[in-house]
């Protein structure tokens, strides 16, 4: 009863939203607000169940299946939650945009696709909802209109075309070979399949998601879709959109094919999920050298986000009970500080003007403190400090690859986390600290509802950091619904035997070792707070405006490095594209309109037709 | 010297420190620097008095004004100077912050620095050298131990007539007034 | 016994760290025929900064260099000291994260100072460290992957049992790569860039003033402290000299001398490094960063070679 409940729900609201927002605005938004909040506190009522309802007016002669997990329920609820903290802050964000009926809409209906897909069991169903995703996400990508934001558009749509094409090949394929595509009925069937049949049907369905998940070879879509799309939307987008190919890999790698066959796919030494595994390793050091060359801050967020995904895949791919908790746990983390980030790129977005070039903010700490502290926090998490969300996770992930042999992998990891230092601390430094402009100095603070999502997002970092225990329990029982062997979880970390990890050690350490040098930091002597302009410049009156240091912040790097890093599987994709376009342009040309060269073609066609006849005898 | 007098040390050791770490703002205000580099290399050792000069100004206590003070450095002077923490002292080194020495009668000079910032002590010669220093050096000590380097204190208990000996000068001051408090009353 | 060493490792590294920077400044001074400041001159330093009254620029000034040398010294208490360690949980990635701490509350601190010359010097520290990094990641894995372990403890232990890393086979090229990038990790010349007094008016420090820079300093003798003390323990054998601690191994004595050697063995390490800080010149950080992609990087990545191959 709950499962249909949640999804007319999800998808009424929607429709709804669209036309209250005909009769007035502020209902709308309410309506928005109540329809996000609902969903939420039913998939909060839906912990713990393990449901497969089987409703059968489905498409085609073939069932719809709805279902919910441990699995199902902790995508679900990182969907809704992100959902509803996205529609929150956008309340104000785009308050005076154009077009807000659809904006709504979108975004509820882009939520309730995603919820769908991970509720349903049967392939078709996911099919159907993947698609809805994918085109609502092209509609609000585009959403601002102009040359950037279309062509980051149709970048996306027809990557993700492509994806879809190639996992509806693999489900005719699938229903083909086994008369069903029930995900149940399948995970049973196909164990009895040809290693070669099954490599056929994962590299198909892998596509789709590796092209969504946005791993290294087919990552293009990626930085031009976050800097183009509207701020809350683009965390909805970095945060739960690209992970559903995160999903699908859980479902087709765990659910449907399980452990068994994981473990028998290799050739020779090249196993499928080693082949993931570097996937994810180049991914995470391409992404975090490509983002020190980024100026504009979603575009660093945004290969932020490419990143991070390898992790997720160099947990998850390592098959192991260790690995997948990390991975899983990265996802998590991940989609709570990237939302956070996102929001706030889009708060400053908001009170300067649109301006998103990191070379031209500073200084905004003075005016915006809470701001800063989301920006600082969710930076922290994404370098994975201890006492944050991401260290837990990271920690996992790195023990997994150094114990499980894989030395070179681990150290890829490690070079991203430095290379996210520092491009974490170039988005911090270049928008909040540094000498304020003079034409920023009277900007305020985000508005209050633009501030609950940052603060939400900021506790619940430090909240997962200090006390994994509670993410940790649903993830273990993910792990052992998936078939792996349960860990000793505790409420402050994980006990293992090759090594524990117990964060309240490190928490209490902190704190303590804290209070007291802020003791005897407080017991010096006081230091008034003095102007910026009161500054040490040699003797001389400080610019303004001037004195501050921000373009190619780490410029002697990027120099050094950028001609080798350039992004070659983007100029090769644009490349082809644009052969295409010529292509096509040029077969254009036969349309001549000129009545004259019709029939120049019509007797052409008909002399060839004459000759063939005189020569071969077809006819 | 007394630094090794462990009882000096335990009854003041703020005073202790301040004399046996002279962190010196590595700013050459005029021909005398000249004699600092001797000063702090192999020959003339300063660094084992504790001197040693700094980047900064924020993070020095020594001032050395190492000869004539033209109007243009003396702004740079005055502004280094504000920046400096409390405490403070600073050293004049040459005739011409006395008296105006040799540019007594120059349009671009100024004739007696104390009007503009207090000083502590002089150190005579044009220009005196590393030897003179390091007497020198010993008599602030004696001075500091004596409660009488106190140019900061006097800086703020007089700096409404310190900043009008500036404004005097230099007329509109693009850097507003240090201690506000006093100006106000 | 656990308590007072939570209260003895802080402390013994503390002033172990600032005897170093006073050892440092006089052993330069006597490299340059001069007599130098006495020893406890930076504990002269210190008082003296303490009893100035510093300006600050806002709240994350003061809050981000709290926070550096809360990092530092919660480095020290994960750090085994001889035989002492008094949290152990999590082993070297735990420490190899705190040690993230530190850089960021500097750069934080000296990010709201509102100066370029703070922020160029930030920059050109976190290069740096990304540029030591490299190496010093593919040093600690073969070092991890040789042992099987992920726990500093664990390291030490085995190697009293089966004689130093630098000795063992597989680990000889990865002990050098790491020697060659010790001086960077320690911010000794020639890799000096970032706190560099005349190019950049003293980097993240220029706004620095009063407790600040003593907290600055203090900040900086931990961190040698901890760059040395991880070299010593990773591989140099951390407590033990060839055994002959084995037959007192746990009395208080053993502690004790334990202990000492540990620290005999990270003045010797220091003092070589200050011969080398003696001669050099300062590195550009373009020059640092192809230094240390270089050799380094090439000795280290040949080293975790040899150890994957060799197990």
């Not at chain 1, 995508?75 to 659809?102: M, P």
């Not at chain 1, 998103?356 to 500073?362: A, E, K, Q």
């Not at chain 1, 792990?479 to 090594?499: Q, Y």
Request: aromatic share 14%.
């Amino acid at each position: 009863m709950t499962l249909e409940l949640l999804l007319i729900v999800a998808f009424g609201g929607a429709f709804l939203t669209y036309f209250l927002g005909k009769i007035s605005s502020s209902l709308r938004n309410g309506f928005a607000v109540l329809n996000a909040l609902a969903l939420v506190v039913m998939t909060a009522f839906l912990y713990g169940q393990t449901v497969e309802k089987n409703l059968h007016f489905g498409f085609l002669g073939m069932p719809f299946v709805l279902r919910i997990n441990m699995l199902s329920w902790f995508f679900a609820i990182t969907i809704v939650g992100i959902g509803l903290l996205s529609i929150i802050y956008s309340l104000k964000y785009i308050e005076n945009g154009k077009k807000l009926d659809f904006y709504y809409f979108t975004t509820l209906l882009i939520n309730a696709s995603m919820l769908g897909t991970v509720i349903c069991g049967d392939l078709i169903s996911f099919y159907m909802f993947w698609e809805i995703m994918s085109w609502s996400t092209y509609l609000l990508i585009s959403y601002k209109g102009g040359d950037k934001a279309l062509f980051a558009g149709i970048k996306y749509i027809i990557m993700s075309i492509i994806g879809s094409l190639a996992m509806l090949v693999g489900i005719i394929s699938l229903y083909t070979h086994f008369g069903t595509l029930e995900i149940s009925t399948l995970a049973i069937q196909i164990q009895g399949a040809s290693l070669n049949y099954i490599l056929f049907i994962l590299i198909m369905f892998s596509t789709a998601f590796i092209i969504i998940n946005a791993f290294w070879p087919l990552h293009i879509w990626l930085p031009d879709a976050h800097a183009e799309a509207v701020s809350p939307f683009s965390s909805i987008l970095s945060a739960v959109l690209v992970r559903k190919g995160m999903y699908g890999l859980y479902l087709f790698m765990y659910v449907i094919l399980g452990l068994n066959i994981l473990n028998r796919l290799k050739f020779g030494f090249i196993s499928f999920t080693g082949v993931f595994c570097w996937i994810g390793a180049i991914t995470i050091v391409f992404a975090a050298l490509t983002a020190l060359l980024q100026n504009d801050s979603k575009r660093i967020l945004a290969w932020s986000t490419v990143g991070q995904g390898g992790y997720m895949i160099l947990g998850v791919a390592f098959v192991t009970p260790l690995g997948m908790a990390g991975g899983t746990f990265h996802i998590l983390n991940h989609c709570i500080y990237i939302a956070l980030l996102f929001f706030v790129a889009g708060a400053i977005e908001y009170r300067t003007g649109g301006i998103r070039d990191l070379n031209s903010l500073g200084g905004l700490i003075k005016k915006m403190p809470v701001t800063f502290i989301g920006g600082l926090v969710g930076i922290f998490g994404l370098i994975g400090l201890p006492l944050t969300n991401g260290f837990v996770s990271k920690w996992l992930i790195y023990k997994t690859l150094i114990l499980g042999n894989r030395p070179f992998l681990a150290f890829a990891a490690f070079l991203g986390t430095w290379g996210t230092v520092l491009y974490g601390y170039k988005f911090i430094h270049n928008i909040f600290l540094g000498q304020l402009p003079e034409k920023y100095k009277n900007i305020k603070e985000v508005p209050f509802t633009m501030r609950i999502p940052i603060i939400i997002l900021t506790i619940l970092v430090f909240l997962f950091g200090i006390l994994p225990g509670i993410p940790l329990k649903v993830i273990n029982a993910i792990g052992i619904s998936l078939g792996f062997e349960s860990l000793d979880v505790t409420l402050w970390g994980i006990a293992s035997e090759t090594g524990t990890l117990n964060t309240i050690n490190i928490f209490a350490a902190i704190l303590i070792v804290g209070i007291i040098i802020w003791l005897i930091f407080k017991a010096g002597r006081k230091a008034p707070k003095v102007d910026q302009y009161d500054n040490y410049a040699a003797g001389s009156a400080i610019p303004k405006n001037k004195y501050n240091y921000t373009v190619d912040y780490y410029y002697p790097f990027t120099k050094m490095i950028s001609p080798y890093l350039k992004d070659i599987f983007d100029l090769f994709y644009t490349k082809i594209a644009n052969t295409v376009q010529k292509l096509c342009n040029s077969t254009r040309k036969i349309y001549t309109g000129y009545v004259g060269s019709y029939v120049m073609y019509i007797v052409l066609f008909l002399a060839i037709l004459i000759l063939v006849q005189l020569k071969w005898g077809v006819f | 010297m007394d630094r090794n007098k462990i009882s000096k040390w335990l009854k003041n050791p703020g005073k202790m420190a301040h004399k046996y770490s002279f962190h010196v703002v590595y700013f050459c205000t005029g021909c005398g620097i000249i004699e600092i580099p001797p000063s702090i290399t192999a020959r003339w050792d300063a660094e084992r008095f504790g001197i040693i000069p700094v980047a900064t100004p924020r993070q020095a206590n020594l001032f050395l004004i190492t000869g004539y003070v033209s109007t243009k450095t003396l702004k740079a002077i005055i502004r280094t100077y504000e920046q400096m923490p409390d405490p403070k002292y600073t050293v004049a080194l040459g005739s011409c912050p006395i008296n105006g020495g040799m540019y007594y009668d120059s349009y671009n000079t100024i004739t007696s620095l104390d009007k503009y910032i207090p000083v502590d002590g002089y150190i005579a010669g044009c220009m005196p050298r590393p030897e003179a220093i390091f007497i020198g050096v010993t008599h602030l000590w004696k001075l500091i131990d004596m409660d009488k380097a106190d140019g900061y204190k006097r800086y703020r208990e007089d700096y409404v007539h310190y900043r009008a000996n500036q404004e005097q000068l230099f007329g509109e001051l693009e850097w507003p007034p240090l201690f506000i408090k006093e100006i106000v009353k | 016994m656990q308590i007072s060493e939570f209260i003895l490792s802080p402390l013994l590294a503390l002033i172990i760290g600032i005897f170093f920077l006073g050892l440092a400044r006089k052993i330069m001074a006597r490299i340059h025929w001069r007599y130098g400041p006495p020893i406890t001159q930076p504990v002269i330093d210190i008082i003296r900064m303490f009893s100035q009254k510093a300006i600050s620029h806002g709240s994350i000034f003061n809050f981000g260099l709290i926070f550096s040398l809360t990092g530092s010294i919660v480095v020290i208490l994960f750090l085994p000291i001889g035989k002492m360690c008094p949290l152990s949980s999590g082993g070297l990635l735990v420490i190899l994260y705190l040690m993230l701490l530190a850089p960021l509350g500097i750069a934080l601190s000296s990010g709201e100072a509102a100066n370029p010359n703070s922020s160029i010097g930030v920059s050109r520290k976190f290069l740096l460290a990304l540029g030591y990094e490299v190496p010093f990641l593919l040093i600690l894995l073969a070092v991890m992957a040789h042992y099987h372990t992920i726990s500093l403890i664990e390291i030490v232990r085995i190697q009293a049992n089966t004689g130093w890393s630098f000795g063992s086979l597989p680990l000889v090229l990865s002990g050098i790569a790491y020697f060659l990038i010790l001086p960077a990790i320690l911010g000794m010349r020639p890799f000096e860039i970032s706190g560099a007094a005349q190019e950049i008016s003293s980097g993240p420090k220029v706004e620095f003033g009063g407790k600040f820079l003593a907290f600055s300093t203090i900040q900086h003798a931990l961190h040698e402290f901890i760059g040395i003390s991880l070299f010593v323990n990773l591989f140099l054998g951390g407590w033990d000299l060839f055994g002959i601690l084995e037959p007192i191994s746990n009395t208080i004595w053993g502690i004790i001398l334990g202990i000492i050697i540990f620290l005999i063995k990270m003045v010797i390490i220091f003092i070589i490094e200050l011969f080398i800080n003696a001669v050099f010149p300062r590195f550009r950080i373009e020059q640092a960063m192809k230094y240390l992609w270089k050799w380094p990087t090439l000795l280290s990545f040949i080293g975790l070679l040899i150890v994957v191959l060799f197990n």
